[in-house]
């Protein structure tokens, strides 16, 4: 099975800007919805922002306007932009692939999975 792997979390401040990434490699998911979901502590795992094969994109609206997701086709990469980031978005980054377009916000639609990347931001 096709891995997701995210990389770019880290420690940053209330302010701040952190750009994700997340790679399939050896596989491909040009035709897939990819998306973004984060789980803080205790919390469920919760929806960001999606983007289908078509470049439709889907936003959570914590993080309208802050957040903005964009794929490399050619390279196969996944992106988030995270800007003016807060304490709230403290959280593992999980990167998701699924087929077609429908239900695009729900975390059991999504076939592959990454490992998560942990983002923290300081008040």
């Known amino acids: 099975q096709v891995q997701l792997v995210e990389s770019g979390g880290g420690l940053v401040q209330a302010g701040g800007s952190l750009r994700l990434s997340c790679a399939a490699p050896?596989?491909?998911?040009?035709?897939?919805?990819m998306a973004w979901f984060r789980q803080a502590p205790g919390k469920e795992r919760e929806f960001v922002t999606s983007?289908?094969?078509?470049?439709?994109?889907t936003y959570a609206d914590s993080v309208k306007g802050r957040f903005t997701i964009s794929r490399d086709r050619a390279k196969n990469i996944l992106f988030l932009q995270m800007n003016s980031l807060e304490p709230e978005d403290t959280a593992v980054y999980y990167c998701?692939?699924?087929?077609?377009?429908?239900?695009?916000?729900?975390?059991?639609?999504?076939?592959?999975w990454g490992q998560g990347t942990q983002v923290t931001v300081s008040s």
């Open positions: 998701a692939a699924k087929a077609g377009q429908s239900g695009m916000k729900l975390a059991n639609e999504y076939t592959h």
């Open positions: 050896g596989g491909t998911f040009v035709l897939y919805t």
């Open positions: 983007i289908s094969w078509t470049g439709l994109t």
